[in-house]
């Protein structure tokens, strides 16, 4: 099955529509970039990626294992490289609600670097990630 499709919508501009629930992404080109950034950048969806699996992984083991993952939220920044134009760097800040256990933690931890997304990604890609616990 078709995961999705894609349509340039012209002017650095692409939708892309999720087969399965017809949701749609609009992307565009970032300012630096000659584009408006008016909306999420390919290379901002790709490191969006990344935390979504992160956060998706944390809690498919929370469940495997038999505990409550409460969630939380995260900040991302995206560091683009020039030579060739690329991401360098994406940094994750995790604030995550609730208490766990150290082996807990752990797991969080290990499920969320070991995701699909960041074994996806070139290794050259650099993956810097920190998790904070408690409240927001």
């Given at each position: 099955?078709?995961?999705?499709?894609?349509?340039?919508?012209?002017?650095?501009?692409?939708?892309?529509?999720?087969?399965?629930?017809?949701?749609?992404?609009?992307?565009?080109?970032?300012?630096?970039?000659?584009?408006?950034?008016?909306?999420?950048?390919?290379?901002?969806?790709?490191?969006?990626?990344?935390?979504?699996?992160?956060?998706?992984?944390?809690?498919?083991?929370?469940?495997?294992?038999?505990?409550k993952f409460h969630g939380g939220e995260a900040s991302?920044?995206?560091?683009?490289?020039?030579?060739?134009?690329?991401?360098?760097?994406?940094?994750?800040?995790?604030?995550?609600?609730?208490?766990?256990?150290?082996?807990?933690?752990?797991?969080?931890?290990?499920?969320a670097i070991n995701c699909p997304v960041a074994k996806?990604?070139?290794?050259?890609?650099?993956?810097?990630?920190?998790?904070?616990?408690?409240?927001?």
């Amino acid at each position: 099955m078709v995961t999705s499709t894609i349509q340039y919508l012209g002017d650095k501009r692409t939708e892309a529509t999720h087969s399965r629930s017809r949701r749609t992404i609009v992307t565009d080109a970032p300012l630096d970039n000659d584009g408006r950034g008016e909306a999420f950048s390919p290379t901002d969806l790709l490191s969006t990626s990344l935390a979504c699996c992160m956060f998706t992984l944390m809690g498919i083991t929370a469940n495997k294992h038999g505990f409550k993952f409460h969630g939380g939220e995260a900040s991302l920044e995206k560091i683009m490289e020039s030579n060739p134009r690329r991401v360098g760097r994406i940094e994750i800040a995790f604030k995550l609600v609730g208490v766990y256990t150290s082996k807990q933690q752990n797991m969080l931890e290990t499920a969320a670097i070991n995701c699909p997304v960041a074994k996806s990604l070139n290794p050259e890609l650099e993956q810097r990630v920190a998790f904070a616990y408690g409240n927001l």
